[in-house]
C-alpha cells in the first residue's frame, strides 16, 4: 500500500507514468468513467478548501466512486480531542483511500503510519501539498510542453507558501531549471529549500522586485500572502501588497510566458488579467481533477 505525503514519493518515471494517465483522462474521459464503482474516498479536511477538497470529491465521482468526510474540525470528533491517529483508524473502516489537510506539519504522515488505507497528504501547515504540486506539473507540462529548460519565477509568501516548497523540490528533479525568488526578505523561502536547490546544482537568484525580472521568466507562479500562517496581524498588513501582478506589468513579460497561481487569490494578481492569454490559473484548476483522477487510480492500483 502506498500514501502520497510528498512530492518525491514518486520517482520521476512515476510522475511521468501518473502525468500521461492524467493525460489519457483529459481525453478519453468515459473510459474511467466506472473504474471505481464501489470505491469510497474520505475527504478530511481539518482546514478551509475550495479546490482540493472539491476536486478530490469531483474526481472519485467522475472515477464512479463515492465520497464521504468533513470540512472543518469543528464538525469531527478533533473538538473533543480525538487524535489524527485514532481517528484514520476509524476512517481506514469507512473508506478505500483519504485526503486530509490539517494545519500541523507533519499530520498527514502521522496518518499514514496508523492507517490501513491509502493517505493523500492534501496540505499539512506550510510544509507540503503535493497534489498541487501534480496539478502544477501537469499544467506546465500540458501547456508548455516540457518540465526541463525554464526559467520559473516564484512570487510572493515564499517563506510559509507550502506549494512553493513542494513544486521546487519537484521540479530541482529535471534538467536546467533555474529558480528565481522573488518575495519580500521577510517572507524569503526558507534555507533548507536554499540548500535543497544547492545540493541539485541548480541556478536561483533571490529578488524583491517583479518588474526587474519579470521579462526573463517563461512561467510566473504567483502566490497569496496567506493571513492564517502569520503570528501578528501587523506584519502581514504591512506585507500583504508587495506584489500586484497587473496590466503593466504583463507588458514587461515574454509573450508566451505562462501565468500559474495555486489559489485562491486574494489581490496579488489584478482581475484586469484574468483576460490574457497567458494567465491559466483556471484552467490549472481544471488540471487538478485530471491528476487527482489519476492519483486515486494509481495508489488504487486500478488498471483501465
Ligand atoms: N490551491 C489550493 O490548495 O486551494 P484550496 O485551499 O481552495 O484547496
Redesign the pocket.
Known amino acids: 500500500m502506498r500514501h502520497l505525503i510528498s512530492p518525491l514519493d514518486f520517482t520521476v518515471e512515476e510522475l511521468d507514468r501518473l502525468l500521461d494517465l492524467a493525460a489519457d483522462i483529459e481525453k478519453n474521459p468515459k473510459k474511467y468513467q466506472e473504474a471505481c464503482k464501489g470505491k469510497k474516498i474520505a475527504t478530511l479536511f481539518y482546514e478551509?478548501?475550495?479546490?482540493?477538497?472539491l476536486s478530490f470529491e469531483a474526481a472519485m465521482i467522475n472515477l464512479g466512486g463515492q465520497v464521504l468526510g468533513f470540512s472543518e474540525a469543528s464538525s469531527s470528533s478533533a473538538a473533543k480531542g480525538e487524535s489524527v491517529a485514532d481517528t484514520i483508524r476509524i476512517i481506514s473502516c469507512y473508506a478505500d483511500i483519504c485526503a486530509m489537510r490539517h494545519p500541523k506539519e507533519g499530520a498527514a504522515l502521522v496518518a499514514a503510519n496508523n492507517s490501513s488505507i491509502p493517505v493523500i497528504n492534501a496540505?499539512d501547515g506550510g510544509h507540503q501539498?503535493p497534489t498541487?504540486t501534480l496539478t502544477d506539473l501537469l499544467t506546465i507540462r500540458s501547456l508548455k510542453g516540457r518540465l526541463d529548460n525554464i526559467t520559473i519565477g516564484l512570487c510572493g509568501d515564499l517563506k510559509f507558501g507550502r506549494?512553493v516548497h513542494s513544486l521546487i523540490n519537484a521540479l530541482l528533479r529535471y534538467d536546467n531549471v533555474k529558480f528565481v525568488l522573488i518575495s519580500p526578505t521577510e517572507l524569503r523561502v526558507p534555507e533548507y529549500i536554499i540548500e535543497n536547490i544547492n545540493a541539485a546544482g541548480a541556478e536561483y537568484v533571490e529578488v524583491t522586485k517583479l518588474e526587474d525580472v519579470i521579462g526573463e521568466l517563461d512561467l510566473l507562479y504567483m502566490t497569496r500572502v496567506q493571513r492564517e500562517r502569520f503570528f501578528n496581524e501587523e506584519d502581514y498588513i504591512r506585507l500583504k501588497d508587495s506584489f500586484i501582478l497587473d496590466k503593466k506589468k504583463m507588458t514587461l513579460a515574454k509573450d508566451d510566458m505562462l501565468v500559474l497561481h495555486?489559489?485562491?487569490r486574494v489581490n496579488e494578481i489584478s482581475v484586469e488579467v484574468d483576460k490574457d492569454p497567458r494567465a491559466v490559473y483556471f484552467k490549472q484548476g481544471q488540471y487538478g481533477v485530471y491528476v487527482r483522477m489519476a492519483l486515486i487510480l494509481t495508489l488504487l492500483e486500478v488498471e483501465v
Open positions: 478551509p478548501s475550495t479546490r482540493t477538497r496540505g501539498h498541487q506549494t495555486p489559489l485562491p
